[in-house]
């Protein structure tokens, strides 16, 4: 038989991630201890009244059935959760959607929203997502450069009037991945500005709303006008760490919500119910979980980071995320530099440029391990001789 590829696959090749995949398994199959920050997966549990309340609900034979868009109790909690947090009004009914995870839903909005074609304005560095999204609506990467002398915001007067013309959408995230940068009220007011202008329609990606340190981020639909232009989408899957439940929303203009809530209702099923019900109570906890989870995020971020900057390496520290984003020594490139790492100092970390062509000179490590373990990461580090050889 013979079996042919969809072009559109030809998007989705392996790649970097690939490659440092499988020469980290071929070093562990030798008996070589591996640390991998590469991924950006939760490492400590949910809290135990999400746990609890899980275990009670799945053991009701009721509550396996479909639940297409969304249980009313999740879409309340979500418009709850905006009113206590960002004294933003939604209507759970027409301006909140369930999606199966948030890479569900930025991964299916360019479908909804783009023709073959049609522009899609992305951060670069950008999570990759983004790009799988646009490629499978055949659409028009148009990459919007993330620079250390801008803050890491874009500059919307560098895009060119013949892109904005052919642009249907924008694609913001703050805190990001990969670059944990926070944006302002009136960085957030120039693109709703500019989208207005350009009838562009917006995407907030806020997945790393609640893991932030000195500084709260600022919610896209907090900002006047935001709601006429756009959504945010946000999962339960870092702030909770539910990645494994696959829950998240998105909330905010009520046309593009139905549209995606539309071709959701095509696509599947919805969440398990006990799932969407847990979700909820934790959208509405009001204990001092999340506040014991910065905590802990920040105790790793501070030990990690000022532990590099001993050994010679000047990292800066990330404002918000799980994530940090470090520049290379000079004489480095991000492959070559993560490369080294995984064979010298048996440590994996990703490069930038994985993340877009301004990635480059930069590689993203994920604090998503113990205090020990980033401490044996620094020592290994400073064992290889890798920064010492380029630092003198």
């Not at 640390?35 to 997966?41: A, E, P, Q």
């Not at 892109?163 to 944990?180: Q, S, W």
């Not at 899957?237 to 539910?242: A, R, T, V």
């Not at 070559?336 to 930069?362: C, H, M, R, S």
Request: hydrophobic share 40%.
């Amino acid at each position: 038989m013979n079996i042919k590829m969809a072009s559109r696959m030809q998007s989705f090749q392996e790649s970097i991630f690939s490659e440092l995949a499988e020469i980290k398994h071929s070093k562990i199959s030798k008996g070589i201890s591996m640390i991998d920050l590469s991924v950006g997966s939760p490492d400590l549990p949910p809290p135990a009244f999400i746990t609890e309340a899980m275990s009670e609900m799945a053991g009701n034979p009721s509550l396996y059935g479909y639940t297409l868009k969304g249980v009313n109790e999740f879409h309340e909690a979500v418009a709850k959760y905006y009113r206590r947090n960002y004294d933003v009004r939604l209507d759970s009914k027409k301006e909140v959607s369930l999606l199966m995870g948030s890479q569900d839903g930025l991964v299916h909005l360019p479908m909804v929203l783009c023709d073959p074609g049609d522009i899609v304005l992305v951060p670069d560095p950008g999570y990759t997502a983004y790009e799988a999204g646009v490629n499978l609506a055949g659409g028009q990467l148009y990459p919007m450069p993330l620079k250390v002398e801008n803050d890491f915001l874009p500059r919307f007067e560098d895009i060119p009037a013949e892109v904005c013309a052919k642009a249907k959408l924008m694609v913001l995230n703050y805190p990001g991945n990969p670059v944990p940068a926070l944006a302002s009220a009136a960085f957030f007011k120039e693109a709703i500005n500019f989208a207005k202008e350009h009838n562009i329609v917006i995407l907030h990606d806020f997945a790393y709303s609640e893991l932030y340190f000195e500084e709260r981020p600022i919610s896209f639909l907090s900002v006047e006008g935001a709601i006429d232009v756009g959504i945010e989408m946000n999962s339960l899957s870092k702030s909770f760490n539910m990645a494994g439940c696959r829950v998240a929303y998105a909330a905010g203009n009520k046309e593009v919500i139905s549209l995606l809530s539309n071709l959701k209702s095509n696509l599947d099923y919805g969440v398990f119910y006990p799932i969407q019900l847990a979700a909820a109570k934790a959208l509405t906890d009001e204990s001092d979980f999340l506040e014991n989870l910065r905590h802990a995020y920040k105790t790793r971020r501070d030990l990690f980071v000022n532990g590099l900057n001993e050994i010679g390496w000047e990292v800066d520290m990330p404002k918000g995320s799980m994530f940090v984003w470090a520049r290379l020594p000079e004489g480095y490139q991000s492959k070559q530099f993560a490369l080294d790492l995984i064979e010298k100092a048996n440590v994996v970390v990703t490069p930038g440029n994985a993340f877009g062509e301004w990635g480059e000179g930069y590689v993203r490590m994920g604090i998503v391990q113990t205090e020990d373990t980033l401490s044996e990461v620094i020592e290994r580090i400073k064992e290889s001789g890798i920064i010492a050889k380029v630092s003198s």
